[in-house]
Structure formats: structure tokens, C-alpha cells
């Protein structure tokens, strides 16, 4: 193909089988809205522009999309059918020469290596992406003539017994040749079970009075439409599946990775190693470093050699140096951990800075807001705080300090210090018996 195609965008729908507030298209798969990914790859390919066709939710569809520049949108007010949502950029359309690719916006998982296979199938007026699907569900079916010849597409709704029992389907992924494409869609009508105009229909007339041509699918996963969120679940767990073999390949032990979610964006040093169950979004994990089981991690930096959780929470802005430990049950927020600092256990750690191979114990708690406000804690290096402290902040404990169990510290501590913050202990021996044959 010459020229670089236009490439256009369905995203109109409800999604009435999501039975949902949120537009279908905004539908999260693996940490994105879906529209993101069918946008990805339109920007991936050459293009002459990108379109995209908004209705339902237009406002919150424009504004999740707003980050992509040069996209044209066109409304589609009432959702009457793929074809009619094709018309909504005639106006630009018609004056376009060339090739149109139409995407369908609850498509997400369409590769680039397909996408190229249909930009290069010989010229056409249509070539339809198809695969063939053991369980063909309701997807649209391939009708062809004892010849072998392309007839056209119906639609589940509208197929007889016999033809649904065909495993040859549309994936809704087209090339067009923009005037064969305007000219078959002035001709279709709603004559169908759903009164819709169908875009599969324009494609049942070209085949009629011009060249359709399939082209199909090696691997028939990538055209799964979602629909409702029982197909949203596998094609997350598709996606969930290319991303830890991916950073497998790469060097990182994933243990049960079905239970391992890692987003786009996080990346992986060697010999990581991940325990099942963990949750990995926007973080930079350093060679060696072992993030134990359960452990949810957000927009974090874990340096290497770094251990985390079972079970702890990183939330975002965490920072650890190299050999850090980070026990379970332990939530840090915006929290700097420098080289070798150690929390092992049961700890809240917010808007904190701590020293190099600093060990705070077992309960510790930093105390940074109140109510209002909040504060910092800093503990300098090679301190020891015992279990069940407190620190209200804003606080700075000075280096090499040894803070004593149970303490709730309020004042900045100098350098070297040893400080007891709780009420000395009273003990009264008997006191308890007596106490007892009183109120018997
Ligand atoms: C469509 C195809 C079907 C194919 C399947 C593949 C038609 C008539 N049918 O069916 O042959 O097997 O995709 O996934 O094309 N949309 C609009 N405006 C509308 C209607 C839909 O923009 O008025 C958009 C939707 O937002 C969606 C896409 O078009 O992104 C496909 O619509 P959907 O209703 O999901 O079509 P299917 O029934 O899946
Ligand atoms: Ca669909």
C-alpha cells in the first residue's frame, strides 16, 4: 500500500452488556482504560489521521483520551449501528483519498504483527480481518458460496441454526477503500433483528460489486471483543500473561505468575524474584531484590538486594536503598529507606526519611498527621528504635540514637542519645489478689 492510510476508531457504544455507568471503551483492562491500547497501536502504525468515533459518555471518553494529540473525534449522538457510526466522519472522510483501517475501540488486544499482515494484503476494496474460533460465540459469521467465494457477514442475532454453527467470524477489523466504503454504507439499511445499520453489511454489498478479500488471524485471541466483564477478565488475564513472561525471559523468577500483576510500566533488574500474589504498578525494582508474597507495590523505587513483605504495602513515593528490608504487614508512604535500614514488622512509615542501616522495630509507628497538616519524621543513621514506639512528627531523631520499647517521642533527639518517652512502671505486689477477694 502507497499512501499512508487513515485509520478509524469505534468507540461510540454503551456497552449495554458491561451494565455499567463508566462508557465501555473506559473499562480498565489491566490498569488502562481499553481505548488506550486500540489507540496505542493506531499511533504505533503510519497514519494520515486518527479518528475517533465518540457518543455514549462523549464527555468522559474525550477527556481520558485527551493525552493523545492529533485524534479528530466525531460524535455519533444516538448509537445506531457500526455502520452509521462509520458515516459520522464522512464529512472529513469523503474528502480523503485512499485507504480507511476502521478499529473497534473494545478490541484492545489486536497485535501490531497482525495490524502490518492487513496494511500489506493486496489491494482490495475491503480486506476483513476473520479468524477461526472453536467457540465462535456470538461474534458475526463469514458467509461464503460452495466456491469458497466471500458472501458477506451475519450477524449472531440474525443467523439461522445452520449459520451459526460456522466457525469462520469477523473480527471487526477492516481496510477500506474510503469511496468503496461511503458509497456501500449510502445503501445500507436497518432491515435486522437489531434495527441497526450494520458496517457488516457494507462489507456483504462490496462483496457483491467489488473485491473483499479476508484476511485471517494466527492467533485468533488477539480479535477477542469485550463485550461484558467476563471477557474482559480473560483478555486481562491474556495481557497480565505477555508481561510476566516478558520480564521472565528477561531474568525475573515469577512464582504461580497467574497471580502476579505487574502494569506496563514497572521494570526489573536480574535475578528479581517475585512471590505469587504480588501487585507491581509503576515501580523500579533493582537487581537481586525479593518481593515476597502478598506484597502491593505502587509508584516505588526498591533498590537491590531489597527484601518486601510477605505482605507488605508500598504505597507511592516509597524509596529503598540497597539491602533494605521491609518486613510483613508493614505500610510505607513516601518513605525513604537508605541503604540497609530495616523495618521488619507491623509498622506505618509515612512522609519519612530513614538513615542508613537504621532498625525500627516491631509496632513502629510514624505520627504524621494531625488532622490537618502532615509532617515529617526523620531518623538519622544507625539508630535503634524499640518495639512499639511512636514518632509524632514533624521529628528528627539524631544519628546512632537508641530509642527505648514503648516510647511515644514528641522532641527532636540530639546524636547519640537514649531516650525513654513513657511512664515509668509501677508494681504493687499482692495488689492484684486483694483486689480480686474484694469484689468476689
Ligand atoms: C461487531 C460486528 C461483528 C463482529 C464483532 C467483532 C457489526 C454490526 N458487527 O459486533 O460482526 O464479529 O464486532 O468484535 O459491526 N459502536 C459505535 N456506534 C454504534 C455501535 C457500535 O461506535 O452505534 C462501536 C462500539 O463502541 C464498539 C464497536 O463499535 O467499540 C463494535 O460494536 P459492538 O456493539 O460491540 O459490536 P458487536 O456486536 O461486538
Ligand atoms: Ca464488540
Request: proline content about 4%; glycine content about 10%; overall charge neutral.
Amino acid at each position: 500500500m502507497s499512501a499512508k492510510p487513515h485509520i478509524l476508531i469505534l468507540a461510540a457504544g454503551q456497552g449495554k452488556r458491561m451494565h455499567s455507568d463508566l462508557p465501555k471503551v473506559l473499562h480498565e483492562v489491566h490498569f488502562r482504560p481499553m481505548i488506550h491500547y486500540v489507540l496505542d497501536l493506531a499511533k504505533g502504525i503510519p497514519h494520515s489521521s486518527i479518528c475517533l468515533i465518540v457518543g455514549h459518555g462523549e464527555k468522559e471518553v474525550r477527556e481520558a483520551c485527551s493525552s493523545y494529540t492529533g485524534v479528530q473525534y466525531f460524535s455519533q449522538a444516538e448509537q445506531k449501528g457500526t455502520g452509521d457510526a462509520v458515516r459520522r466522519a464522512e464529512p472529513f472522510l469523503s474528502q480523503q483519498k485512499g485507504q480507511v483501517v476502521i478499529l473497534s475501540g473494545d478490541v484492545p488486544i489486536l497485535s501490531r504483527d497482525s495490524l502490518d499482515r492487513l496494511l500489506s494484503s493486496p489491494s482490495a476494496d475491503c480486506v476483513m480481518m476473520t479468524a477461526r474460533l472453536k467457540d465462535p460465540g456470538a461474534y458475526g459469521r463469514v458467509l461464503r458460496a460452495t466456491d469458497g467465494k466471500v458472501t458477506g457477514i451475519r450477524e449472531y442475532a440474525d443467523c439461522s441454526e445452520e449459520e451459526k454453527k460456522v466457525e469462520e467470524v469477523n473480527a471487526g477489523i477492516y481496510r477500506f477503500e474510503i469511496s468503496s466504503l461511503l458509497s456501500a454504507l449510502k445503501r445500507v439499511k436497518s432491515h435486522n433483528k437489531q434495527g441497526e445499520y450494520y458496517l457488516t453489511d457494507a462489507v456483504g454489498l462490496l462483496t457483491q460489486e467489488g473485491k473483499v478479500l479476508p484476511c485471517e488471524l494466527k492467533n485468533p485471541e488477539e480479535m477477542t471483543g469485550i463485550n461484558d466483564r467476563y471477557a474482559l477478565s480473560q483478555v486481562e488475564g491474556w495481557v497480565r500473561d505477555q508481561i510476566n513472561r516478558e520480564w521472565m525471559v528477561k531474568g525475573v523468577t515469577i512464582q504461580n505468575p497467574s497471580t502476579v500483576l505487574i502494569d506496563h510500566e514497572s521494570t526489573f533488574g536480574k535475578d528479581v524474584v517475585i512471590e505469587q500474589g504480588c501487585r507491581i504498578v509503576g515501580t523500579k525494582v533493582g537487581d537481586g531484590a525479593h518481593l515476597k508474597q502478598g506484597s502491593y507495590i505502587e509508584e516505588s523505587v526498591i533498590g537491590p538486594e531489597a527484601t518486601v513483605g510477605p505482605y507488605a504495602h508500598l504505597r507511592p513515593g516509597s524509596k529503598l536503598g540497597r539491602k533494605v528490608k521491609i518486613g510483613n504487614f508493614v505500610e510505607l508512604k513516601k518513605a525513604e529507606f537508605k541503604d540497609g535500614a530495616k523495618a521488619s514488622h507491623l509498622s506505618y512509615i509515612g512522609d519519612a526519611e530513614i538513615g542508613e542501616n537504621s532498625n525500627l522495630g516491631c509496632g513502629f509507628i510514624t505520627c504524621n498527621y494531625d488532622g490537618k497538616d502532615k509532617h515529617k519524621t526523620t531518623i538519622e543513621r544507625d539508630v535503634f528504635i524499640g518495639s512499639d514506639s511512636q514518632m509524632v512528627a514533624p521529628i528528627k531523631i539524631g544519628q546512632g540514637s537508641y530509642i527505648a520499647s514503648g516510647s511515644t517521642v514528641t522532641k527532636d533527639v540530639p546524636p547519640d542519645s537514649l531516650v525513654f518517652a513513657r511512664v515509668p512502671q509501677k508494681t504493687k505486689p499482692g495488689y492484684a489478689k486483694k483486689y480480686k477477694k474484694n469484689s468476689d
